[in-house]
């Protein structure tokens, strides 16, 4: 991750090894002295949750509700109130509202600025902001995991089952009816727009029966319950499939940056 390996063994240790800094931009790999390692180091035991977000942020759950954060903090990203960097693993607890560990599903943690856990009843919760102490989506910055409701308009019987972060730019919630809802850069929402406003939580409606979501530079790509694939995002080089292999300013030419959510032809999952 960015100049440092992380490993999480079967018994729950978490270890790591790498970097502490590269041309002049800390790492915050987690050991608590300034020199780079070339075999592993032990930061925690008896961790059952760990997320690190680009080169900058980490978080860490353990098995006794207590949890870990350490690199950049921007308006408490990792959890701790604050923007204080720190280069090792510092203790807080998880607020009582998450229900505890054993109610998480899943922890996910975008470069700086915010991290999400998911918990096993449906629900999210988020701490952190948007660039500059701003908004994310529409819920207020968070020095600690508050349960993200902005815009997120689920039916009685609807959960949220999955957070997608693309880096700093964007975040897409999947429901477990298959549809999805997202905010950030408009242009990678699918939503027909080439601008870089930012756009507060919407449903996407191009794009629904989704099964699973994923994020890459610039793009996402869903799989729907029909087994095909769609993406929307930037194109760069063919990443959605839709490189016909001619000059890319023909008018029948499909590589080009999808404002809208395409399907990938002759791709089924």
């Not at 977000?53 to 959890?79: E, F, H, M, T």
């Not at 899943?106 to 600025?113: G, K, V, Y």
């Amino acid at each position: 991750m960015h100049g440092a390996t992380y490993v999480l063994t079967t018994d729950n240790q978490l270890w790591a090894t790498g970097l502490y800094e590269n041309v002049g931009y800390n790492y915050y790999a987690g050991w608590s002295d300034t020199e780079n390692k070339t075999t592993f180091v032990k930061l925690l035991d008896n961790v059952s949750y760990f997320s690190a977000g680009g080169n900058n942020i980490r978080v860490a759950i353990l098995s006794n509700g207590k949890a870990y954060g350490w690199g950049l903090s921007y308006n408490g990203a990792n959890g701790i109130s604050g923007s204080t960097a720190h280069i090792g693993p510092k203790e807080y607890t998880l607020p009582d509202i998450i229900g505890g560990v054993n109610n998480i599903a899943r922890l996910e943690c975008e470069d700086c600025h915010f991290s999400n856990i998911v918990t096993k009843t449906g629900k999210v919760y988020q701490t952190g902001a948007w660039f500059n102490g701003g908004y994310v989506g529409g819920h207020p910055a968070t020095n600690g995991f508050s349960e993200y409701t902005h815009n997120l308009t689920l039916n009685a019987d609807e959960v949220i089952s999955d957070v997608v972060p693309m880096g700093a730019l964007n975040l897409k919630f999947l429901t477990s009816k298959g549809r999805v809802f997202g905010y950030g850069n408009a242009k990678y929402l699918g939503i027909g727009s080439q601008l870089n406003d930012l756009t507060e939580t919407r449903e996407l409606t191009g794009i629904n029966e989704v099964e699973q979501l994923v994020a890459g530079n610039g793009f996402y790509i869903a799989v729907k319950k029909d087994g095909t694939v769609w993406g929307t995002g930037l194109n760069i080089n063919g990443i959605l499939g839709r490189w016909i292999g001619i000059d890319r300013k023909q008018p029948n030419s499909r590589y080009k940056t999808a404002f809208e959510w395409v399907e990938c032809p002759e791709l089924e999952i």
